[in-house]
């Protein structure tokens, strides 16, 4: 099975679609890498690319991409509403199959330690790829933004992971992770009642004695004069969706209140879906690669 | 979404390795075509050849590989166990993702148009794609195989529905078809009872009553100490996984068994394990390209 990971960069650009593009088609054509999608938000002034592909492919991808906005964007003269530390943002990494954390980990560190190497950008290491406990959270490894940089790098505990010590003011820093995929998942309830969907909600999130993995509120669906549970699934191999939908169903039988339905917002790896299939039928010894469809992207014939 | 089609061509040459590797090079390296898998039975002296891909491709991967197996293989030398017509003796087609049966049973139409006009092989549409309801059983239109073609030719209803209607001496006659994907599906019962598995696989099949698109019967896993209920689902669309599972449960109720476990043997398509897990987690709104892997066999960007 062909490893595949994902990677969503952020760059410092989201009014001047010249530059965008530019960017973007840094990474078209590369082989064993494919764009998924990409936005702008000219408030922000930031774009989210997100692209997939196999490790050695998104390596190569990720540093095309961070060299080609480091030689558009300028840091110096960049606004926008949302916390940033330089011309390529973000870089997480997401292992989507066949990858482990551990492996997405190291390819966080490959590219650091290249973008601090060859475009001579000072890298911090975040979320799971981060070296001190602080920096597991990315706004506090962002915290006084591009413009305090300076300082930032100033104090021993503000050196970056990679690259150079010394400011760089074209392309500020860029933090650079690994984490998992989240889905962002809802199960829909018979009732109207808020009340009732907070309850549930406070029930099953990990914040307050819930499942590990899963963040939750409770949220009004007024057109359809129902409520949902409304979480964000932030690591499925831990807690797979199938265990939140039984813990909700069982939550919601006091209430005498019954599950209606359920929606995935967005994008969701396959494992995640085959994970919870296998639970309700019991399948003994199933492999992904016994989805047909996978064996169109892998290597062997 | 892609349109995926897999297509199964049977060959009659299962002992000469040099004869089948050169037929299944002839299909390799066709754009948007992928060689799944192939084997080959000694006994048979038959080879069976798996591969996908977008209509186009398949369609003529699918010549491709017809012209190869006439050029190299000679019916008048053949032997071997399995019944056969031909050097290619079925070519069944099968709807993947994004295709429907009527589409598939068009292009096993264009394929089987082309094998007899440009190689000069007589063509008979079966399964879904045949124009008589005693050509939709593949065993009825290869009654009398190879050796009997000259008289079956002869008859007012054996009549090829492309191609020559005299006989080809080299290549004999092939099989193009339209078939909705096989799951080999098995479901483990907590109990060491045949009777009870045989009991249950009567109730589920449609030979005997039960669902329309199931075959089903009890078999002992001595090693185990456990009966299973072992199926082949002949058309998840109609029939999905999930049904067959719960009214197994049911019917399992009055002798007090329950399921333990399930399995699927080789490959399934995603979409028909995306169908059951829509229906255990109440699944709105669900669409198949919001698997992310979809994306990476995907033309769009």
């Not at 690259?163 to 829909?188: C, D, H, Q």
């Not at 909700?248 to 039988?253: F, K, L, P, V």
């Not at 967005?266 to 995640?272: D, I, Q, R």
Request: aromatic fraction near 6%.
């Amino acid at each position: 099975m062909k490893k595949i990971v994902q990677c969503v960069p952020n760059i410092s650009e989201g009014r001047n679609q010249d530059v965008v593009n530019a960017v973007v088609d840094s990474i078209r054509g590369i082989a064993d890498v494919k764009v998924l999608d990409w936005s702008s938000d000219t408030d922000h002034n930031r774009s989210v690319i997100t692209f997939v592909g196999t490790p050695e492919g998104v390596e190569g991808a990720a540093l095309a991409l961070c060299s080609k906005a480091a030689q558009l964007i300028d840091m110096t003269v960049h606004s926008g509403e949302h916390p940033r530390m330089g011309a390529t943002d973000v870089v997480p990494f997401i292992p989507i199959q066949g990858v482990t954390m551990e492996e997405t980990i190291q390819l966080a560190n490959r590219v650091g330690k290249r973008i601090g190497q060859e475009l001579g950008i000072p890298v911090y290491l975040y979320e799971n790829a981060a070296t001190t406990p602080a920096n597991q959270n990315l706004a506090a490894v962002r915290r006084g933004q591009y413009e305090g940089l300076p300082a930032k790098m100033a104090k021993a505990n503000g050196k970056p992971d990679y690259g150079p010590t010394v400011f760089n003011a074209k392309s500020g820093a860029t933090a650079v992770g690994a984490r998992m995929p989240l889905i962002a998942f809802n199960v829909n309830l018979g009732t109207d009642n808020l009340d009732i969907a907070n309850k549930i909600a406070r029930n099953v999130r990990h914040a307050s004695g819930g499942l590990k993995a899963v963040k939750a509120m409770g949220v009004n669906l007024e057109a359809r004069g129902i409520v949902q549970v409304s979480m964000n699934m932030v690591n499925y191999k831990e807690t797979p969706l199938y265990r939140v939908v039984e813990l909700i169903r069982a939550e919601a039988r006091r209430y005498g209140v019954s599950i209606i339905g359920s929606e995935i917002i967005g994008l969701v790896p396959l494992e995640a879906m085959v994970q919870s299939l296998d639970y309700y039928l019991g399948l003994e010894g199933f492999a992904l690669n016994q989805v047909l469809e996978t064996r169109l992207w892998s290597h062997e014939e």
